[in-house]
């Protein structure tokens, strides 16, 4: 790889003669900080292309001036992916007006979208058509599609629907030499080679930019009911969610797991929040199930709470008896991650690990913090796919600029554990620059020599995203 260059006048110049003026934007703070302040990058020029053979264009010119790109989506990453690390100015290149819906095929449960739309726009317009686009998670406002893709983004619904990998039948991608793949198939069946949208997906902007995908919809469930349930153990919650699934199979929809240390941070931080217990239990579940017509989803829940309290694995339990009720409920689990930033966690873990190593990793890892200090922990997430958030906070009347010395030592301990059980230490929020380190000491050895092997042949200069997922070489 061939060293990288600035931004350079004369390199503004070209793009300049290449591209209208509306392409090119002020350098905001945004386009340079992550949400939590922890990466800043250079300030670069900032492009916000309006159609792909625009951003082939630019990524064209930065490929022979040997600039390095960073794309930009929604910018609510929180691993730094889509941020300038160290290094020349980049050019950040945004997604912000590629916002059209190309194109919905309601009868093939299909919708073809470009990558800077937004994702409740998308669901929008799924429902408009009377299907849906289950993606679903917090930042559904502002996060767009190409980055939900380049970071194959999860959410509350991974249960039943599966994550954007499983979302997407296919891709439309500038490559890191400004060659345009156009992979937006409709095919189910398609066995032409390998498979490159799954090679994309997930790459965090490494390997190209997407530009558009076609995403597959599915039917609106005719009747929905949610209900919270406090369980005894997190072992109890595998039980129960096994429970419901014998009960109405797919028909669970999400199933997210909630410590009381929650309720206790959102009492503290939005007291306007309303609590489905009256004391808050050491555990709950989040339970929503989609069924089709002909089903009372209230009574079925019912029904699997009273299976589930003559089998000890459930002890009290409330279901919503409004749409008031359940959004109720839904913000409980939505607040938490907001809560948690008022408190001010020391270090926060986004890890997965097999459904049936969950009751261990939660019972251990309390016992390895104690070994660095005296923590609170609050420990919640979507028990159905093995995604925690497991995140540590100082005790009250400490800050966690008092515990700064001690963060490395917590992450390798949780991301330790992790690894000692099976599990990955990134989740759903990807790789990013904040993960690098940890890709090299828990990834397999083999695994990270094909991924340097794709990422030279793909990218031979190293332009796009340099230092996110792999070091930069």
């Not at 004369?10 to 990466?39: I, N, T």
């Not at 449960?109 to 009377?130: F, R, S, Y």
Request: aromatic residues 6%.
């Amino acid at each position: 790889m061939t060293d990288l260059s600035p931004v350079t006048p004369d390199f503004e110049a070209s793009l300049r003669a290449a591209l209208p003026d509306a392409a090119f934007k002020s350098p905001e703070p945004k386009y340079f900080e992550e949400p939590r302040g922890r990466f800043q990058g250079a300030a670069g020029v900032v492009l916000a292309p309006a159609s792909t053979t625009e951003v082939a264009a630019a990524v064209r010119l930065a490929h022979e001036a040997g600039v390095p790109v960073v794309p930009y989506g929604g910018g609510t990453g929180l691993v730094g992916g889509q941020i300038a690390g160290e290094g020349p100015a980049a050019l950040v290149l945004s997604l912000e007006r590629m916002t059209r819906i190309r194109n919905t095929w309601p009868r093939e449960n299909l919708i073809e979208v470009e990558a800077g739309a937004i994702l409740a726009d998308v669901q929008a317009k799924a429902k408009e058509v009377d299907r849906l686009f289950p993606l679903s998670l917090a930042s559904e406002g502002s996060a767009r599609i190409g980055g939900l893709l380049a970071t194959n983004a999860g959410g509350v619904n991974v249960l039943r629907y599966g994550n954007m990998r499983d979302l997407c039948l296919g891709l439309e991608v500038v490559l890191p030499n400004g060659d345009i793949w156009n992979g937006l198939t409709r095919l189910r069946k398609d066995n032409l080679g390998y498979d490159l949208r799954n090679l994309m997906i997930g790459s965090e902007g490494t390997l190209g930019v997407i530009t558009a995908a076609t995403l597959k919809l599915s039917p609106i469930p005719a009747t929905r009911g949610t209900a919270m349930i406090a369980v005894p153990s997190p072992d109890a919650a595998l039980d129960l969610l096994a429970l419901a699934r014998n009960h109405v199979g797919d028909g669970v929809v999400a199933f997210e797991l909630i410590h009381e240390q929650g309720y206790h941070f959102l009492s503290e931080t939005l007291p306007d929040v309303r609590h489905p217990f009256e004391t808050p239990p050491e555990w709950s579940v989040l339970i929503e199930l989609g069924l089709p017509s002909g089903l009372d989803p209230a009574q079925v829940l019912m029904e699997i709470f009273e299976a589930a309290a003559e089998a000890h694995i459930a002890t009290d339990g409330t279901i919503a008896q409004s749409e008031t009720q359940r959004a109720e409920f839904w913000a409980v689990r939505e607040k938490i991650p907001e809560a948690n930033r008022r408190i001010g966690s020391v270090s926060s873990h986004d890890i997965s690990v097999p459904m049936e190593a969950i009751p261990e990793f939660i019972e251990r890892g309390p016992g390895v913090l104690t070994e660095i200090g005296n923590f609170r922990i609050n420990c919640f997430g979507h028990v159905g796919d093995g995604n925690l958030h497991y995140n540590v906070f100082p005790q009250p009347g400490r800050s966690r600029a008092d515990h700064d010395n001690e963060r490395p030592a917590i992450k390798r301990a949780i991301h330790d554990l992790t690894h000692e059980l099976g599990g990955s230490v990134a989740a759903e929020h990807g790789v990013g620059r904040l993960k690098v380190e940890d890709v090299q000491a828990y990834a397999d050895p083999t695994h990270l020599a094909l991924m340097r092997q794709i990422k030279d042949a793909l990218d031979p200069k190293g332009i796009m995203n340099p230092g996110v997922i792999l070091p930069a070489s």
